[in-house]
T-cell receptor
Framework: GAVVSQHPSRVICKSGTSVKIECRSL??????MFWYRQFPKQSLMLMAT?????????EQGVEKDKFLINHASLTLSTLTVTSAHPEDSSFYIC??????????????FGSGTQLSVL | DAKTTQPTSMDCAEGRAANLPCNHS???????VYWYRQIHSQGPQYIIH???NNETNEMASLIITKDRKSSTLILPHATLRDTAVYYC????????????FGKGITLSVRP
C-alpha cells in the first residue's frame, strides 16, 4: 500500500522555540494532506486541510498563525508549531490522499510525531 | 458528515472472531462507511470501507445492514496484535471530504 513518511517521530523542545514536522507521500502524489492532533487517551482532532499550492484551511479553534502549514509540492507538507508552549505538547499525525476519499481512494497516515515542550 | 456511535470497549479471546458494531442511523446515500484502527502511539491504519454491499479483504469483513443504519467489522481470527482502537467513520463523497474521528472502540484481545 501507499506510504506516508512523517519526521521526526519524537521531538523535545524548549518553550518559545519553533518545531517543524514533515510529512511526505513516498509513492503517490498527494493532492491533499491533513494534519491531526491527538492528546493522551483522546481521539484524533483534525487541525487543518492543505491542498498543494494553496493556503491551508484550518478547523475552528485552530490558530493559523501558530500552526503554519506549507504544502509546496505534491509529495511534501510541513507543519510548523511556532513559539511552542507546554500545552502544545501532543501527538501530531499527518495523512495524505491522492484523490477523493470516498471512492477507492484511501487516506494514508504517517506514523505520528510526539512533541514534548519543556 | 453523519455521526457514528460505537461501544466504548470490548474484548475477545485470541483466535476467535471479533465483531465490532457501529451505528450510523443518519447516514445519507452518498456517504461511505470506513474503518480504521490505531495501535498505541502509531498513526491510524486503513482497514476496509464500503457503501452498500458487504466487503471483505485480507484484514477483515464489513457487513452493512440493508438500511445502512449500522455496520459490523469482523476480524475473523483475532490475534494479540489486533488490540487497538477501532474507528468507524462515515465519509461524504466530494473533493472536500475529510475523515472526522469519533472516540472509537477499544478492542482488547486476550490470550
Amino acid at each position: 500500500g501507499a506510504v506516508v513518511s512523517q519526521h521526526p517521530s519524537r521531538v523535545i523542545c524548549k518553550s518559545g522555540t519553533s518545531v517543524k514536522i514533515e510529512c511526505r507521500s513516498l509513492d503517490f502524489q498527494a493532492t491533499t494532506m491533513f494534519w491531526y492532533r491527538q492528546f493522551p487517551k483522546q481521539s484524533l482532532m483534525l487541525m487543518a486541510t492543505s491542498n498543494e499550492g494553496s493556503k491551508a484551511t484550518y478547523e475552528q479553534g485552530v490558530e493559523k498563525d501558530k500552526f503554519l502549514i506549507n504544502h509546496a509540492s505534491l509529495t511534501l507538507s510541513t507543519l510548523t508549531v511556532t513559539s511552542a508552549h507546554p500545552e502544545d505538547s501532543s501527538f501530531y499525525i499527518c495523512s495524505a490522499r491522492g484523490g477523493q476519499i470516498a471512492t477507492n481512494e484511501k487516506l494514508f497516515f504517517g506514523s505520528g510525531t510526539q512533541l514534548s515542550v519543556l | 458528515d453523519a455521526k457514528t456511535t460505537q461501544p466504548t470497549s470490548m474484548d475477545c479471546a485470541e483466535g476467535r472472531a471479533a465483531n465490532l458494531p457501529c451505528n450510523h442511523s443518519t447516514i445519507s446515500g452518498n456517504e461511505y462507511v470506513y474503518w480504521y484502527r490505531q495501535i498505541h502511539s502509531q498513526g491510524p491504519q486503513y482497514i476496509i470501507h464500503g457503501l452498500k454491499n458487504n466487503e471483505t479483504n485480507e484484514m477483515a469483513s464489513l457487513i452493512i445492514t440493508k438500511d445502512r443504519k449500522s455496520s459490523t467489522l469482523i476480524l475473523p481470527h483475532a490475534t494479540l496484535r489486533d488490540t487497538a482502537v477501532y474507528y468507524c467513520i462515515v465519509v461524504q463523497t466530494g473533493a472536500n471530504s475529510k475523515l472526522t474521528f469519533g472516540k472509537g472502540i477499544t478492542l482488547s484481545v486476550r490470550p
